[in-house]
């Protein structure tokens, strides 16, 4: 042990970081108060993932199929895309990325990529039959049983037309085979390197609450196969639980660049395969200025050893700089090895070789001999690391963020709220469960806090925009839904001037109703940190003029139609922000309450929970449009397990296997929602309720 933790330290200092990061020396971060965060879409629905545009523009997804536009000079956010997609459990639309090229060339590369789910005809709950959830795959039966739960996560691109993504012009480039009906770790990353190779990271898609907070690796002959990752991640010829590398050629087509993990051509083997062994490695990043590809995996959540099954669980942040197997589901890093573990018997054997890993799972489709494990460059799990104490304590929520890229002209006024030469070269890390930055140095291993006063409430994404801020999207604290604290943000450095942009807030009394419709509009909450004396401009139905000019307004919408309010704020010295509030004239959004269960109500995981919802609607209401999503609460976010339909039904609850009833805050969370057709042309609307239920003990 003493020999391990010697070799682990040398490890954190030596390795760490890349040697190409810039030599920050001894001297201290600028202060937090030098930065500023402002807001740009604080209604962003469930946010997935963003991509910052070349004009600084933003696009983000929502998990339930939107991709938002947000436009700085307008302050408006514009609905640019909605996909039909599949949404149990946790698939629906992930990732979003940016050609390498867009913008740029003759015929200006407008292509923008996406990863999501689409529906198919996996089968869903039907509402005719409120005890049965026809949605949910069994977890045991025959292969036969398991045969209509068979889907894909398909990777494609589409043309940005002005504000608006063209379903029409959509190119499928790549499918990834998944199990649904059954959770969990189906997201996906998208980012490319400076030759234009296209790197996708996929989760396991195993479901991890059968098998104590341990390693997945259930072979019996009648268990679902979504409960063994061997059949994903330690298989060399399936795409799940794998870093992807792909070149993208016309059409959609693509090729696979040299220097994978595997030739094309090595038999039991796919030649996209990168990086394989991971478990949910949500977000990666890559410095185009070195090709170091930044992957970040979360773990399991045991949260202590055992030496019958294996380690706590443990987060991991790697630089992927070569073709490498990462252990899961046979270690958790190099040196952290799970103990074979026999599901029929519940006996235990020998602990994995990581050294020498073998998949002799029957569901392995692959090579049976694996590489080599590769070590992290960083590790930790729910107590304090030994190699990374500034890490600190709680969740295990890992994410891989960007490395800055400082561009000199900035400091000459070119972007006035680009970060400073400080961070240049230097990664960053995010931790979405623990709700900090940290930026991880080069120099002996030097791991420091990234704006500490600033709040990152369980952030998403980060992203450096072409004018050198960071944007950031904003989770929340809750669960599949809108939070209230959900946003896209950026963070300004503005040291460079010391003037701080005003940050404009608006609402109104209503978003939605019919004509005449009377909104009273509000600034509160519109600050500037310099205490400058503030002008109001409002435009209320986007016609280019200006309506009010009062910080708080009142206006008659006399047409039916979709409005986006508009304000802008500007302060003494010229420095001006516009946000905008949607109005739907000639729509009112429909109100959903979860009449049964009720909040607070004691129940056991394992019982069937019946529930109600009601809904009212200016348009008639189709139950079968009513969901309800069970999820399992842990601490302040949660894992869904299954999807009801219909106003009425039962749900089967589940047991927390890997979680401790008494140290993981769960909660039983049934969240139901509604959306209507639209009419008029005017988009849908939602309605939401969520209860919280406390389990007995």
Same mark, same amino acid.
Request: proline share 9%; hydrophobic share 35%; glycine share 10%.
């Given at each position: 042990?003493?020999?391990?933790?010697?070799?682990?330290?040398?490890?954190?200092?030596?390795?760490?970081?890349?040697?190409?990061?810039?030599?920050?020396?001894?001297?201290?971060?600028?202060?937090?108060?030098?930065?500023?965060?402002?807001?740009?879409?604080?209604?962003?629905?469930?946010?997935?993932?963003?991509?910052?545009?070349?004009?600084?523009?933003?696009?983000?997804?929502?998990?339930?199929?939107?991709?938002?536009?947000?436009?700085?000079?307008?302050?408006?956010?514009?609905?640019?895309?909605?996909?039909?997609?599949?949404?149990?459990?946790?698939?629906?639309?992930?990732?979003?990325?940016?050609?390498?090229?867009?913008?740029?060339?003759?015929?200006?590369?407008?292509?923008?990529?996406?990863?999501?789910?689409?529906?198919?005809?996996?089968?869903?709950?039907?509402?005719?039959?409120?005890?049965?959830?026809?949605?949910?795959?069994?977890?045991?039966?025959?292969?036969?049983?398991?045969?209509?739960?068979?889907?894909?996560?398909?990777?494609?691109?589409?043309?940005?037309?002005?504000?608006?993504?063209?379903?029409?012009?959509?190119?499928?480039?790549?499918?990834?085979?998944?199990?649904?009906?059954?959770?969990?770790?189906?997201?996906?990353?998208?980012?490319?390197?400076?030759?234009?190779?296209?790197?996708?990271?996929?989760?396991?898609?195993?479901?991890?609450?059968?098998?104590?907070?341990?390693?997945?690796?259930?072979?019996?002959?009648?268990?679902?196969?979504?409960?063994?990752?061997?059949?994903?991640?330690?298989?060399?010829?399936?795409?799940?639980?794998?870093?992807?590398?792909?070149?993208?050629?016309?059409?959609?087509?693509?090729?696979?660049?040299?220097?994978?993990?595997?030739?094309?051509?090595?038999?039991?083997?796919?030649?996209?395969?990168?990086?394989?062994?991971?478990?949910?490695?949500?977000?990666?990043?890559?410095?185009?200025?070195?090709?170091?590809?930044?992957?970040?995996?979360?773990?399991?959540?045991?949260?202590?050893?055992?030496?019958?099954?294996?380690?706590?669980?443990?987060?991991?942040?790697?630089?992927?700089?070569?073709?490498?197997?990462?252990?899961?589901?046979?270690?958790?890093?190099?040196?952290?090895?799970?103990?074979?573990?026999?599901?029929?018997?519940?006996?235990?054997?020998?602990?994995?070789?990581?050294?020498?890993?073998?998949?002799?799972?029957?569901?392995?489709?692959?090579?049976?001999?694996?590489?080599?494990?590769?070590?992290?460059?960083?590790?930790?799990?729910?107590?304090?690391?030994?190699?990374?104490?500034?890490?600190?304590?709680? $969740?295990?929520?890992?994410?891989?963020? @960007?490395?800055?890229?400082?561009? #000199?002209?900035? +400091?000459? &006024?070119? /972007? !006035?709220?680009?970060?400073?030469?400080?961070?240049?070269?230097?990664?960053?890390?995010?931790?979405?469960?623990?709700?900090?930055?940290?930026?991880?140095?080069?120099?002996?291993?030097?791991?420091?806090?990234?704006?500490?006063?600033?709040?990152?409430?369980?952030?998403?994404?980060?992203?450096?925009?072409?004018?050198?801020?960071?944007?950031?999207?904003?989770?929340?604290?809750?669960?599949?839904?809108?939070?209230?604290?959900?946003?896209?943000?950026?963070?300004?450095?503005? $040291?460079?001037?010391?003037?701080?942009? @005003?940050?404009?807030?608006?609402? #109104?009394?209503? +978003?939605? &109703?019919? /004509? !005449?419709?009377?909104?009273?509009?509000?600034?509160?909450?519109?600050?500037?940190?310099?205490?400058?004396?503030?002008?109001?401009?409002?435009?209320?139905?986007?016609?280019?003029?200006?309506?009010?000019?009062?910080?708080?307004?009142?206006?008659?919408?006399?047409?039916?139609?979709?409005?986006?309010?508009?304000?802008?704020?500007?302060?003494?010295?010229?420095?001006?922000?516009?946000?905008?509030?949607?109005?739907?004239?000639?729509?009112?959004?429909?109100?959903?309450?979860?009449?049964?269960?009720?909040?607070?109500? @004691?129940?056991?995981?394992?019982? #069937?929970?019946?529930?109600?919802?009601?809904?009212?609607?200016?348009?008639?209401?189709?139950?079968?449009?009513?969901?309800?999503?069970?999820?399992?609460?842990?601490?302040?976010?949660?894992?869904?397990?299954?999807?009801?339909?219909?106003?009425?039904?039962?749900?089967?609850?589940?047991?927390?296997?890997?979680?401790?009833?008494?140290?993981?805050?769960?909660?039983?969370?049934?969240?139901?929602?509604?959306?209507?057709?639209?009419?008029?042309?005017?988009?849908?609307?939602?309605?939401?309720?969520?209860?919280?239920?406390?389990?007995?003990?």
């Amino acid at each position: 042990m003493r020999a391990r933790t010697a070799i682990a330290a040398v490890s954190a200092a030596a390795i760490l970081m890349p040697a190409t990061a810039h030599a920050t020396g001894t001297a201290a971060p600028p202060p937090d108060d030098l930065f500023q965060k402002v807001t740009l879409n604080d209604h962003p629905g469930e946010p997935i993932d963003l991509a910052v545009l070349p004009d600084s523009r933003v696009l983000h997804t929502t998990r339930g199929g939107e991709v938002w536009l947000h436009d700085p000079k307008t302050g408006l956010n514009t609905l640019a895309a909605r996909l039909e997609v599949y949404e149990h459990d946790e698939e629906g639309l992930q990732s979003i990325a940016l050609s390498p090229g867009f913008g740029q060339g003759p015929k200006r590369d407008d292509w923008v990529y996406l990863y999501y789910s689409p529906p198919l005809d996996t089968p869903v709950d039907d509402p005719a039959t409120p005890d049965v959830n026809e949605g949910d795959a069994p977890f045991t039966g025959t292969p036969a049983d398991f045969a209509p739960f068979k889907g894909l996560i398909r990777l494609s691109r589409f043309r940005l037309t002005g504000a608006t993504l063209d379903p029409r012009t959509e190119q499928r480039i790549l499918d990834v085979p998944v199990d649904r009906g059954i959770c969990c770790h189906v997201g996906g990353d998208i980012v490319f390197d400076a030759a234009g190779d296209l790197y996708l990271s996929t989760g396991d898609d195993t479901n991890p609450f059968q098998s104590d907070g341990y390693t997945p690796i259930d072979e019996r002959a009648d268990r679902n196969p979504a409960f063994d990752a061997q059949r994903s991640s330690g298989n060399t010829a399936d795409l799940r639980g794998k870093i992807l590398r792909i070149r993208v050629g016309a059409n959609g087509t693509y090729t696979i660049p040299p220097g994978n993990l595997f030739p094309p051509g090595t038999r039991d083997t796919r030649p996209e395969i990168y990086a394989m062994g991971l478990r949910n490695p949500f977000r990666i990043e890559l410095d185009r200025s070195t090709g170091d590809l930044y992957v970040a995996d979360y773990s399991p959540d045991a949260r202590n050893a055992n030496p019958l099954r294996g380690p706590a669980g443990t987060g991991k942040w790697m630089i992927v700089r070569r073709p490498g197997n990462y252990g899961w589901p046979y270690c958790a890093t190099a040196r952290l090895p799970y103990v074979d573990f026999d599901f029929a018997t519940g006996a235990s054997g020998a602990a994995f070789d990581c050294a020498r890993p073998v998949n002799e799972s029957p569901h392995n489709t692959g090579r049976r001999e694996l590489p080599a494990v590769v070590q992290p460059e960083v590790w930790y799990s729910y107590g304090a690391s030994p190699e990374f104490p500034q890490l600190g304590t709680g $969740g295990i929520g890992p994410m891989a963020g @960007p490395a800055y890229d400082f561009d #000199a002209r900035d +400091t000459r &006024g070119r /972007a !006035p709220v680009a970060w400073p030469e400080y961070y240049d070269g230097v990664p960053l890390f995010y931790e979405w469960t623990r709700d900090y930055v940290k930026a991880f140095h080069d120099e002996a291993g030097r791991i420091e806090a990234v704006l500490p006063s600033i709040v990152f409430d369980n952030p998403m994404d980060l992203e450096f925009g072409p004018d050198g801020a960071l944007y950031v999207l904003e989770y929340g604290d809750g669960f599949f839904s809108e939070n209230p604290d959900a946003q896209l943000a950026r963070i300004d450095y503005i $040291g460079h001037n010391g003037d701080h942009t @005003p940050v404009p807030a608006a609402a #109104a009394s209503v +978003t939605a &109703g019919h /004509a !005449p419709l009377t909104v009273a509009f509000t600034s509160a909450g519109t600050t500037d940190a310099d205490g400058d004396r503030l002008r109001y401009a409002w435009d209320f139905d986007a016609d280019g003029k200006v309506d009010a000019r009062t910080p708080e307004a009142t206006f008659t919408y006399a047409r039916n139609g979709l409005y986006h309010a508009t304000l802008r704020v500007s302060d003494s010295g010229g420095l001006s922000a516009a946000t905008s509030v949607r109005i739907v004239v000639g729509n009112a959004a429909p109100v959903v309450e979860l009449v049964e269960p009720v909040a607070g109500q @004691p129940f056991s995981f394992g019982d #069937a929970v019946p529930f109600e919802v009601r809904v009212t609607d200016d348009q008639p209401v189709d139950c079968a449009n009513v969901t309800v999503t069970y999820v399992l609460g842990h601490d302040d976010h949660g894992h869904p397990q299954t999807t009801a339909r219909g106003c009425t039904g039962v749900i089967q609850t589940t047991e927390p296997g890997g979680h401790d009833p008494d140290t993981d805050r769960l909660t039983g969370v049934f969240a139901a929602a509604y959306t209507d057709p639209g009419t008029g042309g005017l988009p849908p609307l939602t309605g939401t309720d969520e209860v919280v239920l406390q389990p007995t003990r």
